[in-house]
C-alpha cells in the first residue's frame, strides 16, 4: 500500500476519532530518546513525553528488546493462570517500593478505580477524601475523586461519598477525617492541577492523620513515580510507605499498563472482586521488568534531581517577571505559571522545535523523557526564554 500524504491521514483520522481530544497540526511518525519526527521529516524535542509514559524516552533499546523478545514467545496471559514473568515482575516492583502485594491493570484511571475498590473492601467503609485540583482520571470513580468541575459535572451520578479539601492544608483534611473514612487520595505532585507540589511534611501529616482515624492513604504516583521527580516514587522523599499506590504511565515504558501496590497487611482482596482482562500480560510485564532494571542500574533518577533544579534555577534567573507568576516543580516535572493564557506559548515552542504540554489554562507543563540530551534540555529552556520575552 502506497504511503498516504500527510494531510490525507489526518483528514481520515479526523474523519474516525470519537473526537474525545483536540489535536494538534502536527503528524508524529518516529521517536528516538527525547526527540520525535514529524511526517515532513521535522525534529522536535519532546516535553510532552507520552504526558508522562516515555520516562526512558521513545524505542529505549533495553525496552524495545524485552517486548520483541516476549512477543515471540507470550503475550496473553490472564491472572487465572501463574506465569513466571509476571511473577518475577511482581516481585520486583514491590521491592523496590517496599510493599507487599500488587494488581495489575492496564491505566491511571483503573489502578484509581481499584485502589478505591481495594479501600473499601479492607475497611468496610465508603468515603474518599480527595483533593482540589487533584487529578486521578475520567473513569467514574476516578472521576468522583478529581476536582475539576468541568471534567465532573457531565457525569453527575459520581460517587456520592467524595468530599474535597484544599491540597497543603492539614487543618482542612483534620477537620474532615473521622471513622467513616475508607480512604484518603493524594497526589506528591498535582500534575496536571498545574504542577503543585506537596509542601514538605505535608504527605507524613496526611499519613499520620489516616493512622489515628483508621483510614487507608492512597498515594497517587501515576505522573510521579519512576524517577520523574529525583526519585523512583515521590513519596520516598518523605519516607512514606502509603497503604495502597496508583502507578501507570511510566510503568511500561509506553506499553499500557497500570498497577495498585498494597502495603504490608493490605489484602490479600477477596477473589473475583475485582479483574482486568489484559492486566498482568507478559508483554507488559516484560517491558516493566526492563524499565525498572534500566533506572535501577544507572544515574537517570539522579539527573533529574539534578537537572531538574538547575532548569528551576535557570527559568527563575532568567524569565522576564513580567511574563510569569512562578516556576514550580519537582526533578523533571517543571510547570511555569504564566501572566497569559499557555496555548499561545505552546505554539510557539512547536514552532520552534520544542514539544510542551499545559496544566490548566496558564501553567506550561515540562515532562521530558529522564534520557534528554543537556544540549536538548538546554535549547528547550531557549526556546522558553525566547517566546516568554517576546511574548512579554
Not at 533529574?304 to 524569565?319: D, K, T, Y
Request: proline share 5%; charged share 20%; glycine share 10%.
Amino acid at each position: 500500500m502506497l504511503r498516504q500524504p500527510a494531510t490525507e491521514l489526518r483528514v481520515l483520522e479526523q474523519r474516525h476519532t470519537s473526537g474525545a481530544y483536540l489535536k494538534r497540526d502536527l503528524e508524529i511518525v518516529r521517536g528516538e530518546g527525547a526527540i520525535v519526527w514529524d511526517a515532513d521529516g521535522n525534529r522536535y524535542i519532546d516535553c510532552v513525553g507520552g504526558q508522562g509514559a516515555a520516562n526512558l524516552g521513545h524505542a529505549h533499546p533495553a525496552v524495545v528488546s524485552a517486548i520483541q523478545q516476549q512477543a515471540a514467545t507470550l503475550i496473553a496471559c490472564p491472572e487465572s493462570f501463574h506465569n513466571p514473568v509476571r511473577a518475577r515482575y511482581q516481585a520486583a516492583l514491590c521491592a523496590a517500593a517496599g510493599m507487599e502485594r500488587v494488581f495489575l491493570c492496564n491505566s491511571g484511571a483503573e489502578a484509581v478505580e481499584a485502589a478505591i475498590k481495594f479501600a473499601v473492601l479492607a475497611t468496610g467503609r465508603t468515603r474518599i477524601v480527595s483533593t482540589m485540583r487533584g487529578f486521578h482520571g475520567r473513569t467514574l470513580g476516578a472521576l468522583s475523586a478529581t476536582w475539576e468541575r468541568s471534567y465532573r459535572e457531565p457525569f453527575a451520578a459520581l460517587l456520592p461519598d467524595v468530599v474535597h479539601v484544599p491540597y497543603n492544608n492539614i487543618e482542612r483534611l483534620a477537620g474532615v477525617l473521622d471513622d467513616t473514612i475508607a480512604a484518603v487520595i493524594v497526589e506528591p505532585v498535582q500534575g496536571e492541577g498545574g504542577v503543585h507540589p506537596a509542601a514538605e511534611g505535608y504527605l507524613r501529616a496526611v499519613h499520620d492523620r489516616c493512622r489515628q482515624h483508621g483510614a487507608l492513604l492512597i498515594v497517587d504516583e501515576i505522573q510521579t513515580g519512576f524517577g520523574r521527580t529525583g526519585t523512583l516514587f515521590a513519596c520516598q522523599q518523605e519516607g512514606v510507605i502509603p497503604d495502597l499506590m496508583c502507578l501507570a504511565k511510566s510503568i511500561g515504558g509506553g506499553i499500557p499498563m497500570g498497577a495498585v501496590l498494597m502495603a504490608e497487611g493490605i489484602g490479600p482482596v477477596p477473589p473475583l472482586t475485582h479483574g482486568s482482562t489484559f492486566g498482568g500480560n507478559p508483554l507488559a510485564c516484560a517491558a516493566g521488568l526492563a524499565v525498572l532494571d534500566v533506572l535501577q542500574s544507572s544515574d537517570l533518577i539522579e539527573r533529574a534531581r539534578s537537572r531538574g533544579e538547575a532548569v528551576r534555577a535557570r527559568l527563575r534567573e532568567r524569565l522576564p517577571e513580567r511574563a510569569y507568576r512562578e516556576v514550580r516543580g519537582r526533578g523533571l516535572l517543571i510547570g511555569i505559571e504564566l501572566r497569559q493564557k499557555v496555548a499561545p506559548v505552546l505554539r510557539a515552542l512547536q514552532e520552534r522545535g520544542v514539544l510542551a504540554l499545559p496544566a490548566g489554562a496558564s501553567v506550561l507543563r515540562l515532562l521530558p523523557p529522564l534520557v534528554i540530551e543537556d544540549e536538548d534540555l538546554w535549547a528547550v529552556v531557549s526556546a522558553i526564554e525566547e517566546v516568554l520575552n517576546h511574548a512579554a
